[in-house]
């Protein structure tokens, strides 16, 4: 996905003491040790749909759109901008509370988590009830010196944001894959940031650029507070399709890693090809059928 803005939490402020007490391990989950928080999430993770997906759906008609998904059956969304709501973060509430709708996060330009300007984005998703704050691509990443430079600013952007009981996060794509001396620029951020920031996998990306998104996940316990189910072809495979479930990746087992060790807490579902010339919105509730029925075959 390109870089697009969006925004999330619970409205106030609020000291740790308040979000601990009022949001239990949610907010207390590094306080806990990995095999309990795991322990935590072990039932069922839910499932969002990051809005990206229908994002032609979304700009005819921002308000049906989250009617649709909430039909299909999705327990939240992840943002990909905010349409008729920009700015308007107690209307959207509202329509999402009336969908009984999460949200699941939101897709945020790097600029809106630095300095000042967090002020003002912290306000906007607290209202509407999203704590996740996830980077969609940033330039910076994959070059030698600014990425340093990049993983201080999320550093600081997650001490900022822990004691609201929310956090910042990066979202990749396939080129942050590419190494710089013997590691690639993902092994490169995870190491240079703390614990609290996430490292949102995309795990149909992480795939295509020749990853293990398991190993990915293992690696790095409890970083993959959210991670997106992206269906992906890997290897031009004629008999593959792009929907969960008829594509390359093992999603039972990626599912099996986000539950064991990833401290995952939401599963995004993000569809960004459309098989047989089928709308976003019909590609999107296949795509959730396909994981349905993985999730209800696992033990």
Same mark, same amino acid.
């Given at each position: 996905?390109?870089?697009?803005?969006?925004?999330?939490?619970?409205?106030?402020?609020?000291?740790?003491?308040?979000?601990?007490?009022?949001?239990?391990?949610?907010?207390?989950?590094?306080?806990?040790?990995?095999?309990?928080?795991?322990?935590?999430?072990?039932?069922?993770?839910?499932?969002?749909?990051?809005?990206?997906?229908?994002?032609?759906?979304?700009?005819?008609?921002?308000?049906?759109?989250?009617?649709?998904?909430?039909?299909?059956?999705?327990?939240?969304?992840?943002?990909?901008?905010?349409?008729?709501?920009?700015?308007?973060?107690?209307?959207?509430?509202?329509?999402?509370?009336?969908?009984?709708?999460?949200?699941?996060?939101?897709?945020?330009?790097?600029?809106?988590?630095?300095?000042?300007?967090?002020?003002?984005? #912290? &306000?906007?998703? /607290?209202?509407?009830?999203? $704590?996740?704050?996830?980077?969609?691509? *940033?330039? =910076?990443?994959?070059?030698?010196?600014?990425?340093?430079?990049?993983?201080?600013?999320?550093?600081?952007?997650?001490?900022?944001?822990?004691?609201?009981?929310?956090?910042?996060?990066?979202?990749?794509?396939?080129?942050?894959?590419?190494?710089?001396?013997?590691?690639?620029?993902?092994?490169?951020?995870?190491?240079?940031?703390?614990?609290?920031?996430?490292?949102?996998?995309?795990?149909?990306?992480?795939?295509?650029?020749?990853?293990?998104?398991?190993?990915?996940?293992?690696?790095?316990?409890?970083?993959?507070?959210?991670?997106?189910?992206?269906?992906?072809?890997?290897?031009?495979?004629?008999?593959?399709?792009?929907?969960?479930?008829?594509?390359?990746?093992?999603?039972?087992?990626?599912?099996?890693?986000?539950?064991?060790?990833?401290?995952?807490?939401?599963?995004? #579902? &993000?569809?960004? /090809?459309?098989?047989?010339? $089928?709308?976003?919105?019909?590609?999107? *509730?296949? =795509?959730?059928?396909?994981?349905?029925?993985?999730?209800?075959?696992?033990?």
């Amino acid at each position: 996905m390109g870089k697009m803005e969006r925004r999330d939490v619970d409205g106030g402020t609020w000291t740790r003491r308040m979000v601990i007490k009022t949001t239990g391990l949610a907010a207390a989950a590094w306080v806990l040790p990995l095999k309990l928080r795991a322990a935590a999430v072990a039932a069922r993770i839910p499932i969002a749909v990051q809005l990206y997906s229908v994002r032609g759906d979304c700009r005819t008609d921002f308000d049906a759109a989250l009617e649709q998904v909430a039909k299909m059956g999705f327990s939240g969304v992840e943002f990909a901008g905010y349409y008729n709501y920009e700015g308007k973060a107690k209307e959207l509430r509202q329509r999402l509370d009336g969908l009984n709708l999460k949200v699941a996060g939101t897709h945020i330009n790097m600029n809106l988590i630095r300095d000042e300007p967090i002020k003002s984005t #912290i &306000e906007f998703h /607290q209202t509407i009830g999203c $704590k996740f704050l996830i980077v969609p691509g *940033e330039g =910076s990443f994959t070059d030698p010196e600014k990425s340093k430079l990049l993983a201080e600013a999320f550093n600081g952007a997650a001490e900022t944001l822990k004691p609201l009981g929310m956090a910042c996060g990066y979202h990749n794509h396939t080129g942050e894959f590419k190494k710089e001396g013997d590691k690639t620029y993902w092994e490169l951020f995870a190491e240079r940031t703390s614990r609290d920031v996430i490292l949102q996998q995309d795990c149909g990306w992480s795939a295509t650029a020749g990853a293990n998104p398991v190993e990915l996940i293992q690696k790095y316990p409890g970083r993959t507070r959210t991670v997106h189910f992206k269906p992906a072809v890997v290897g031009g495979d004629k008999e593959k399709k792009d929907i969960l479930g008829q594509d390359s990746v093992d999603w039972g087992a990626v599912y099996n890693a986000c539950r064991s060790v990833g401290g995952t807490e939401w599963i995004v #579902i &993000e569809q960004e /090809q459309y098989p047989d010339g $089928k709308p976003a919105m019909e590609c999107t *509730e296949q =795509s959730l059928a396909g994981l349905n029925k993985i999730l209800a075959g696992l033990k």
